[in-house]
């Protein structure tokens, strides 16, 4: 079966070559045939890709330890759904995800566009299948997953793998890598849909609308992917936070920052027609970003806490890069023509100079953050000496342009289109700023002297006024007309202009997440070694220790403190920090206990048996406040996607120059 | 043409602060990448810089006295020895034990001792099985498998 395997990979290789020249000799030579028979072609690689990756899955449920991945990645003892999570617990087999992840979304994309844009077709078809050919060459020669152990001749059959790394045995950590690469695969969609329309030379906007959901969806993907990765950070790793700027997060949250900022400024082309170079720039910026992150995750490129697999794909990915990056550059400066901008910013207030310094702050901070993570190597080259940066530069940069970011959520919205007067600004944002006030003032009444942390409180304020607002005023017109409650107004209101109502949803889970964020400039923590009867206090809370049992069961023994903890002396329960010792790795890990609230977590970790004074236990504690606010502002930004997802009620039609901003005219605009 | 001088104003303002926050940044954070026999010889104009060395950590060489942490980190090529003393916060992590590389940041002092303010062992990765073989290989593993 393993020959099957392989054998599928490799024909789905000679496949995607098939489909990628078939499409290009069909396009350019007028040849319908040819260019179904590529599309077909394409299906064909997705049923080979299926085929080689059920393989792979059916070897690793079945615990088969002939093959070499399955023995450095699986074991008996591990449940079914690490086993599955197997598949991407290593080198060979994340990239034969990638590889399916592909295939099923050019399946898709071949599906659903069968009857839809001819010419351009062809070209999406090559530009998916060029990306498919290369990570069909890393599965074919460069990392083959069905790799098999010789056995005979005195050597023995394997008969128990080495398991899963028991940091991986978490169920965010399980799902997190397909999340985040069904993100970073799915923005090839757009992206080759722009290249597609630029070399037919698409007059409008057809690419963007074509592909607005995908680019949505995949953005969906990635942000839960990123969360899930910091979630699993938070909970498994036992240090206390959930974000260290390290590469491999760093690889994550550089091509969600381009996308983030290539949604917005799609705003600008559909209803005003500028920005066009931009967006092929930011679109081709944010797949190309997608690649670099899997190269820098996968190819050891920067050293990192997580010492990566070192190989020889990075040489791959640099080829890759540079051909793809040349290319596009090329295409994109040949058909500079077609991108020309219909209309021209005419004032720093307004709703068009807003888009453009959220794009600036977006890509500054992809820049920095970009620059931060490669800097090791891009000093090693200039100077001769590698140096490296730590968090501090990360935050120093960032933090600004998050709370600029955030005050940009609350104006941009409101401000008008073409040019808005300093009356009606004053107008609009009269109660958000007040709201910001009172909370800036309420604070530092309360004792509250962070800087950064007031401004940050006080623009979560101001934004969430406004987005308040907004529903508020629509749904009371609503509410007005038809006599139905406001409630349901709102829900009326949101239906009838999904991507507006959705997006402000999105923002409000943003203000969320920024509260939580904010929350860490007032961590507390402390690291006690104690016996069992002693007393830790930390902030309102009064931890004491009252039994260190330990046990084991086949995958894994473990050691697990009970702590009893009271706030403001009033006892709040148990937890129970426990520390494991995975039987087939021989590695410890921890298990924290978190007692999650909205305004605050306690988080202990149980760090180990003290090695100089016996009977000890070393217990960390970390206070983090509004730490939960970030997983449901999460959720918020999830549920708001959903609804941009939802077709409207109303087809708005309205002109380029839609007029918002201005109460009276909200009010009409919005009914 | 006053329009996009203002734009331009702008944006030149917020990269210039931006470029200057990031500057600072690294002035703040930047640590020098050494290797012990670098460090053994380091000028002393370079005396006072953050240092990241790596090593792997000598078998039985490690002691703990109260918060601080000794242990001795080794260069293979040159037999290069190095005390290391820890006295960060936070306790070391799971992977740190004997044998494993260990990555410590901090200032060399001047009796010779290396006083780190943290530690990472490199922990065999998200993905991949510990350098070093923590887990018994199997006789047949793939030399290149890690």
Partial sequence: ?????????????????????????GAVRQRPYLQKS???????????VTTASAILVYFLLTSDFRLA??????????????????????????????SWL???????????????????????????QFTQIFFLILNVFVEPPFHVLAVGKGVQAVQDGQGLNPLLQYWMMAIHPPMLYLGYVGFIVPFAFAMGSLITKQPGDAWIHTTRRWSLITWGFQTT?????????????????????????????????????????VMMQEKKGMMKVWNMVLISTTFFLCIFGTFLTRSGFVSSVHAFAESSIGTWFLGFLSIGIAATVFVILNRMDYLKSETKLESVLSRESSFLFNNLLLLASAFAVLWGTVFPRISEMVTGEKITVGAPFFNKVNVPIGLCLLLLTGVGPLIAWRRSSWESLKRAFRWPALAMAITIVALLAGGMRHFYALMSLGLCAFVATTIVMEFWKGARAIAVRT??????????????????YGGYLVHMGIVLMFVGFTGAAFNQDTTQEVKVGDRITIGHYALQVLEITDGSND??????????????GAPIGELLPERRVYVASQQPTSIVAIRRRMNEDLYLNFAGMSETAAGHAIIQVYVNPLVSCIWFGFWVVFFGTLICLVPSKVKLAYARTEMVGVYEKQATSAK | MKKYWRFGALIAIILGILGWLAASGINESKTYYKTISELKTLPSSEAGRRVRVTG?????????????????ICEKEHNQLLDVIYTGKDPLPDTFRDNAQAMADGKMQPDGTFHANSIAAKCPSKYEAAPGGKAPKPLNSRPSAT
């Fill in chain 1, 1 to 25: 079966m393993e020959v099957l395997g392989a054998l599928a990979i490799l024909f789905a290789f000679c496949l995607s070559i098939y489909a990628f020249l078939g499409s290009i000799v």
């Fill in chain 1, 38 to 48: 590529a599309q077909r072609a394409v299906l064909g690689v997705f049923v080979l």
């Fill in chain 1, 69 to 98: 991945y399955v023995v450095a990645r699986s074991n008996r003892a591990m449940p079914p759904l690490y086993k599955l999570a197997a598949w991407w617990g290593g080198q060979e087999g994340s990239l034969l995800l990638w």
């Fill in chain 1, 102 to 128: 592909l295939s099923c979304y050019s399946a898709v994309v071949v599906l659903t566009n069968r009857k839809k844009h001819p010419g351009m077709m062809p070209w999406v078809v090559a530009v998916l």
């Fill in chain 1, 225 to 265: 992917g990123i969360i899930l990765g910091a979630g699993w950070a938070y909970a498994v790793l036992g240090w206390g936070g959930y974000w260290g700027w390290d590469p491999v997060e760093n690889a994550s949250l550089l091509p969600w920052i381009t996308a983030t900022a290539f949604l917005h400024s």
């Fill in chain 1, 483 to 500: 006599g139905r409650n406001l409630a349901l107004s709102a829900v009326e209101l949101t239906h009838r202009n999904t991507r507006r």
């Fill in chain 1, 555 to 568: 995958n894994y023994a473990w050691q697990r403190a009970t702590v009893a903890a009271t706030k403001d």
């Fill in chain 2, 56 to 72: 792997n950590v000598l078998p039985g060489s490690i002691q703990r006295s109260g918060t601080a942490v000794k242990f001795v």
